[in-house]
């Protein structure tokens, strides 16, 4: 039986070491961490937890770019220099994601996040018009009334304990995706009932638990873990969610067939939910299966990495005093009152509180990063990257790249965003949400919900805190999540 067993592995082994010949002629003459072959890098055979995958991100930076790195049986091949991932989201040849994303169907079904190359050119063209200018600047009243309420909420505890920031940050940032992308108000600001974001949280977290541990690639083991129970339960939270909405809107859908005839000539924008009902109801390009997974897929990510970049911004206020007041600064200089909204015309006049989201999106990465495959062989440098690599952009390391971003690489400063500084950066140095055709469908809305929310904030609080950044530790998801809880101290401004 041994005998067999032994025969059996050797032929696998030859049959995995030829097919894959290529991979490893490359792997010799790349730097990286010792593998071994099916085993993969020796320091990750046994699987990482999702914070260790943080860590083993940044260190990243002891190798010089390209990188291999093989998790079990599969080649990584790992950037961290701007020259080197500009060949890459330009390359027709690297318009796919990596198979790690279909991972993420289970819980979010097939969506512009985990679709192949010519499924995705279809849904994103069809769905792009639902982010254009015109009905983003429509999401402002949206935003100005929600965030009006957090203000309200946390001016009740202001100045009486430290508060954690998931509590009001995930509330408000659920309710405006929900609103501006589904038409539905949840009001989860008051009712805090936030079954759908744990129900995320849990499915992300093991989604990136299934990526880093190569025994858990096979559904069978994984149906074997302890993770499947937990996961199959989130599954059917998202999915109950997200179906509640989806008939709500079919039947709102077909009576405004019934009266269309009357508003000829008058359409107006079409937000997420209007378009995909279109597509689905009217046009039949999209399956309801397709629906479900471009709905779960919107809220779920917009909610996620806007939440995180939010919790980022206010964090680096608290650990950056003279940041805070310098956005406060502005904010009186350009006359703006606490009761004000905030006018999406006013936003381009912030140019400090502009250059301080930028430089938190680079100091501290809301997504950890970026994958393609090769769909045919290119060229790096010297190195002919074959077929079918997975190729890992590693923004910890290539926003913090000393040699795009200077001998202070490591500091915070804002300032590094004048634009007779900006414009001495190598442009794919700074891409914290992609770039190229597949970049992330939402950077304008997230800009703008920035903006708005910390115009806010800023213009009534004061935020401190005893956290440093060398305190913060993050786990690998669909953005790096903070494993601390974000506690500030908010004051109430008086002047």
Known sequence: MLLIVGVFFFVFLINHLWTKRDQYRLSWKLNGPAMLPLIGTLEIAQGLSNEDAIELLKRSADYSSPIKVWLGPNMYIVLTKPEHVEIILSAPECFSRSSDYNFLKPALGDGLLSLDASKWKLHRKLINSTFN??????????FNKEFKMMISQISKIAGKYPIDLNEYIEPVTLDIVCQTTM????NNQNNQDLAFVDAIKNALNIIMKRNLNVILWSDVLFRMSSYFKTAQRSSEVCYSF???ILQKKKEEFKESLIDSSEHQGSRKPMVFIDLVMKLLMTDKQFTEKEVIGEINTIIATGFETTATTTINCILAMAMFP????????EIKSLKWN???DVQ???MSKFEYLDRFIKETLRFIPTIP???RTTSASLQIEKYEIPKGVTILIILSTLLKDKESWGPIANQFDPNRFLPENITKVHRYAYIPFSTGPRNCIGIKYANIFLKTILIHLVGNFKFKTELRMSDLRYEASVSAKLINKPMVYVEKRID
Not at 133 to 142: A, D, G, Q, R
Not at 183 to 186: A, F, H, P, R, V
Not at 322 to 329: D, G, K, L, R, S
């Open 322 to 329: 003279e940041c805070q007041e310098m956005i406060y600064e």
């Open 183 to 186: 038409g539905m108000q949840l």
């Open 133 to 142: 200018l015109k009905i983003l600047k429509s999401f402002v009243p949206i």
């Open 344 to 346: 999406y015309e006013d």
């Open 242 to 244: 997200v179906n509640k």
């Open 338 to 340: 606490k009761d004000d």
């Open 369 to 371: 990063f970026i994958t």
